[in-house]
């Protein structure tokens, strides 16, 4: 059945560094790509996500990169400060009518002061 | 908040019985789901639902029951027959059909976290 695959599961940096977490889908018809980002205890936001006709989309801090062939798509935070503590989840979907997303198994970042 | 809400935030369940959690949404949103997300995991998918009166099974949803008599209200009944229900719970909402634009962008409630006494 459909797959969405995260890694790493843990993920630790130094204040300042970048952080970088990779997800593979196995849907090919898969085209709508969203990042969750979920604080102990809190629900999951939407921090940024991208679709199948972009290959990359940025913003401030957060990008993300798409590769519709190689069907991976990451995740990637620069200068991290210690908010961006959390788990990570990211997800693939179709954008038809009546499709479920599909959830990674998340990332959890700890950014050391 | 997202106009996404969840009651109660703890909910304790005695063994054997039936409990059920709420979910609304004031975002006219057609599709609303239910996940399990347990302790360092990520999240499961129970029950979904498109449209009103209508909803499907998730990969988890043995031991769980829905119903989405309105479109703003989705509730989840944990039954007797959940042998561990012991969990956060998540209700999420998203856009589906004609207004889709946003793509498949799902809000989150707050959860309902769930202990068995």
């Known amino acids: 059945g459909e797959n969405v695959e995260q890694h790493p599961s843990t993920l630790s940096v130094q204040e300042g560094d970048s952080a970088v977490i990779k997800c593979t889908y196995s849907?090919?018809?898969?085209?709508?790509f969203p990042w969750y980002k979920q604080e102990l205890g809190k629900r999951p936001q939407l921090i940024i996500d991208?679709?199948?006709?972009?290959g990359e989309k940025k913003d401030q801090r957060i990008a993300v990169t798409l590769n519709k062939t190689a069907k991976h798509f990451s995740l990637h935070i620069t200068e991290t400060q210690p908010e961006d503590s959390a788990v990570y989840f990211c997800?693939?979907?179709?954008?038809?009518?009546?499709?479920?997303?599909?959830f990674g198994p998340g990332t959890s970042l700890s950014v050391i002061p | 908040d997202g106009g996404i809400t969840q009651s109660p935030k703890y909910l304790f369940r005695k063994e054997g019985q039936n409990v059920t959690l709420s979910c609304e949404q004031n975002?006219?949103?057609?599709?609303m789901y239910w996940y399990r997300q347990d302790p360092g995991q990520g999240l499961r998918l129970i029950y979904y639902?498109?449209?009103?009166?209508?909803?499907q099974k998730g990969d988890i949803a043995e031991g769980y029951s829905v119903s989405r008599e309105k479109k703003e209200s989705f509730p989840l009944t944990v039954t007797s027959a959940q042998k561990n229900p012991t969990a956060f719970y998540l209700c999420?909402?998203?856009?589906?059909?004609?207004?889709?634009?946003?793509?498949?962008?799902?809000?989150f409630g707050p959860g309902t976290r769930l202990l068995v006494l």
């Open positions: 991208i679709r199948s006709n972009v």
């Open positions: 639902s498109q449209i009103v009166n209508d909803f």
């Open positions: 975002l006219n949103h057609d599709a």
């Open positions: 849907d090919s018809a898969s085209n709508y």
């Open positions: 997800a693939a979907s179709k954008e038809t009518s009546y499709d479920k997303v599909i």
């Open positions: 999420a909402s998203s856009l589906t059909g004609a207004d889709r634009g946003s793509g498949e962008t799902q809000y």
